[in-house]
Nanobody, 115 residues
Framework: QVQLVESGGGLVQAGGSLRLSCAAS???????MGWYRQAPGEQRELVAT???????NYADSVKGRFSISRDNARNTIYLQMNSLKPNDTHVYYC??????????WGKGTLVTVSS
């Protein structure tokens, strides 16, 4: 099993920055980790992912503004979010995928960007 705990969400004005963290614990070896987001009534969407060797992937809507990073020793990933916009307001979820393909999700952290 893998447990994921997100932190760092909150309220910020448009143009501001936030940094999200997701710490994973458990006995299963984790491969890819990432951030997804979901607004009420909408589907959950990819924000960014990072593999164990550091390969990253971003949604077009956040390229150039968000940056994902990873500390393998701490099994923790980060999402640095800059130049935030009101439509970045979502619940942000952390996901971890194990080497055998199992997905694990955190409970989410709310990011609210005011105009």
């Amino acid at each position: 099993q893998v447990q994921l705990v997100e932190s760092g969400g909150g309220l910020v004005q448009a143009g501001g920055s936030l940094r999200l963290s997701c710490a994973a614990s458990g006995t299963i070896f984790i491969n890819v980790m990432g951030w997804y987001r979901q607004a009420p009534g909408e589907q959950r969407e990819l924000v960014a992912t990072i593999s164990r060797n550091g390969r990253t992937n971003y949604a077009d809507s956040v390229k150039g503004r968000f940056s994902i990073s990873r500390d393998n020793a701490r099994n923790t990933i980060y999402l640095q979010m800059n130049s935030l916009k009101p439509n970045d307001t979502h619940v942000y979820y952390c996901k971890a995928t194990s080497w055998n393909g199992m997905d694990y999700w955190g409970k989410g952290t709310l990011v609210t960007v005011s105009s």
